[in-house]
């Protein structure tokens, strides 16, 4: 078990390029979920997972914004046309389920991805 | 909609304190609570999950509490070491929902 996998790390963009992230889960966790997290700040809720399945999302996800789980493994979030505010720490949590209930299980999360737009 | 609120925002200890991190939540129609640990610059790492119907939890030197009809939970962490320091946040997950609100953390700074 090697934990929630993130790459880039580190990301620095010129304003207006697209940029991807990825997300590996530990490996027996079918629930992923994506944050966002600003200086100073608790994390917000971007987005969530179950297997292939996008199941909720945020209003913060704007129509920049899109994320994908193919195949129930690995996950991407893309930004395109990246504006200053975006730049933020991009994290990746993963969870077990729980049958017959309702985020039952601990989050388990990645390093996160920093993204700098300039 | 949820606001999860930890007070203090910052909180500077002498080593060997025993020390409560506070933590409220405006809607106890919530599913779990989880606090979680942040080193700069780092991702979070889980310390400890308390279920609704539970009181507390216990990992070590760490002991959280819920009282769901008030809306609180503490984080009591006994005998502080310099390499507690960390912010600690507290979240909580919704009935229904699968989101987790998190408060803004307490940053912990414990002194040699």
């Known amino acids: 078990d090697t934990g929630v996998s993130q790459n880039p790390r580190h990301k620095i963009t010129k304003r207006g390029q697209n940029v991807t992230f990825r997300c590996d889960p530990i490996?027996?966790?079918?629930?992923l979920y994506w944050y966002r997290q600003t200086l100073g700040q608790g994390p917000e809720f971007l987005t969530y997972?179950?297997?292939?399945?996008?199941?909720?999302k945020s209003r913060l996800l704007s129509d920049r914004f899109s994320a994908e789980r193919p195949k129930g493994s690995f996950s991407t979030l893309e930004i395109q046309r990246t504006e200053q505010g975006d730049s933020a720490m991009y994290l990746c949590?993963?969870?077990?389920?729980?049958?017959?209930?309702?985020?039952?299980?601990?989050?388990?999360f990645g390093e996160g991805s920093r993204l700098t737009v300039l | 909609k949820q606001e999860v609120t930890q007070i203090p925002a910052a909180l500077s200890v002498p080593e060997g304190e025993n020390l409560v991190l506070n933590c409220s939540f405006t809607?106890?129609?919530?599913?779990?609570l989880q606090w979680f640990r942040q080193d700069p610059g780092k991702g979070l790492t889980s310390l400890l999950l308390i279920q609704s119907s539970q009181r507390e939890q216990t990992s070590g030197r760490l002991n959280a509490s819920l009282d769901k009809s008030s809306g609180r939970s503490t984080l009591y962490i006994a005998a502080s070491q310099p390499g507690d320091s960390a912010t600690y946040l507290c979240?909580?997950?919704?009935?229904?929902?699968?989101?987790?609100?998190f408060g803004k953390g307490t940053k912990l700074s414990v002194i040699p």
């Open positions: 997972f179950q297997n292939e399945a996008q199941l909720e």
């Open positions: 949590a993963s969870s077990t389920r729980t049958s017959g209930a309702v985020n039952t299980g601990e989050l388990f």
């Open positions: 979240a909580v997950s919704g009935a229904g929902s699968y989101q987790l609100t």
């Open positions: 809607d106890s129609a919530i599913y779990n």
């Open positions: 490996s027996e966790h079918n629930r």
